[in-house]
């Protein structure tokens, strides 16, 4: 009987990794790293429930850290299947799996550096080695292409319109049943990336409930954005953003563009303090025709993401130099959740400053020194010290890239008959029960909270 255990972003939204055991084959769908509270971290470190060498075959539903980042951990424990994904996801894999490599090692130096390791000597997770071979793995398939990964096995990746690249997962069980790992599910009628495409059945589904529980609020047009512009403008301050490097800052350099362009913003400075964000513009550009019919033309050359001052901010050097300056100035870093990256030094220097405005734009998981922020915290540690926060914190969640609990029944409504059982993940516990509760009542399907190492027969 095959079986499907939840190795991650179960009762949580980091760390998707779902083993399909099939007897004499294993792929795993997503290979996330677990972000967030030092619990689920600390799980990163902890032995993998099978050998790496026993999975065949790995399928990537998109290349934010939370779905690929634990790749080259597996890599370095032995795995050396083909992990397939869309051409879109291996562009992007280029950047960040080499960039967390990069991150865990510079981590690993600075604990040791400054005594703050517990484990003596503290070692990255993985290296910058183990993510270069992790990419020589990448199989790139297009769009609504079934392709057999493992005798017998096929997957088909969908669009998701989450992320440039991302996909659902349509894998086919040797007996033809499609299962279908939705992975992070994206927004209707948003800029920059297409509509969630519909779905007409699946035997079993997998289904994200990050904003299970919530609505975003309803498109204003930028008009919130707007406001903590010309507000941070008008106190002479600067605007941090945290952007996660990957999507986010695509849309708002689309907004700052947009505001800019119907002169409802002053056209400030303009500062992408992050080389990967910098190149994943480009492969936005390069890949324009998977992106929004609305920015399509325009996107060919980056500009319908280039407001009028736009900097890119290249060495550290220079990045320093724009940490130093108190010119008003919109500053995009990532990560978005400042957990680490050169948005660090920025809040750093920021935060203590009245004038400043720190505006998240994107889920803030539990743990995080985002989540901290907004909700309140006067005080942040940042690289061992604790810094004083006198800036305004803002949030704006109406330009995340997840679904909201409306869209996702919306999109779960397309279905012309209900799944065997649909599996909620990717959630933290009230929004996976809250969802769970919707589904049930408003479509009566089979529904059931998936669990962290839960093993389910299929
Ligand atoms: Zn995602």
Same mark, same amino acid.
């Given at each position: 009987m095959p079986s499907l255990t939840f190795l991650g972003a179960a009762g949580t939204v980091t760390g998707s990794k779902h083993l399909l055991d099939l007897g004499s084959r294993r792929v795993l769908v997503d290979c996330g790293l677990f972000q967030g509270l030092k619990d689920l971290r600390l799980r990163n470190w902890s032995p993998f429930p099978i050998e790496a060498s026993a999975i065949d075959t790995i399928v990537l539903t998109h290349a934010h850290l939370d779905h690929c980042g634990y790749l080259p951990r597996l890599v370095a424990q032995g795995f050396r299947g083909r992990v397939f994904c869309t051409p879109g996801t291996q562009d992007l894999c280029s950047l960040v799996l080499p960039d967390s490599a990069h991150l865990q090692e510079e981590e690993a130096r600075d604990a040791n550096r400054h005594g703050y =390791?517990?484990?003596?000597p503290a070692l990255p997770l993985y290296t910058s080695e183990d993510a270069a071979l992790a990419l020589t793995l990448l199989q790139p398939v297009g769009f609504n292409r079934p392709v057999p990964v493992a005798a017998g096995v096929e997957v088909e990746f969908l669009s998701a319109g989450h992320l440039l690249g991302s996909a659902y997962a349509r894998v086919r069980l040797p007996d033809g049943r499609p299962i279908l790992f939705g992975g992070d599910l994206g927004r209707y009628g948003r800029p920059v990336l297409p509509d969630p495409s519909p779905v007409d059945s699946a035997d079993v589904l997998l289904v994200e409930s990050t904003y299970g529980d919530r609505l975003h609020p309803? *498109? *204003? %047009? %930028?008009a919130r954005l707007a406001a903590v512009i010309n507000d941070t403008a008008a106190r002479g301050g600067k605007l941090i953003i945290p952007a996660f490097a990957l999507g986010r800052v695509e849309e708002v350099l689309y907004w700052l563009k947009h505001l800019e362009d119907a002169k409802r913003v002053p056209v400030l400075p303009v500062f992408v303090d992050s080389p990967m964000a910098a190149r994943a513009l480009q492969f936005y550009a390069s890949r =324009?025709?998977?992106?929004d019919v609305d920015v399509r033309p325009a996107a060919r050359g980056v500009s319908a993401f280039a407001t009028r001052r736009l900097t890119v901010v290249a060495s550290p050097q220079q990045s320093k130099e724009l940490v130093a300056s108190r010119q008003p100035s919109i500053v995009i870093a990532s990560s978005g959740m400042a957990t680490g990256g050169r948005v660090i030094h920025h809040l750093e220097a920021t935060l203590p400053g009245s004038k400043n405005t720190v505006l998240f734009v994107g889920f803030q998981a539990e743990g995080t020194r985002g989540r901290t922020l907004v909700d309140g915290i006067k005080q942040v540690r940042i690289k061992g010290r604790d810094v004083p926060v006198a800036a305004r914190i803002e949030r704006l969640d109406s330009m995340s890239a997840h679904a909201d609990a409306a869209e996702i029944m919306r999109w779960l409504s397309l279905f012309s008959r209900p799944p065997s059982m649909t599996y909620l993940v990717h959630g933290e516990s009230v929004a996976l029960e809250a969802l769970r509760a919707r589904v049930q009542s408003e479509l009566q399907w089979p529904v059931h909270v998936a669990r962290y190492q839960e093993r389910v027969e299929l």
């Open positions: =390791a517990k484990h003596q309803p *498109d *204003d %047009g %930028g =324009a025709d998977e992106l």
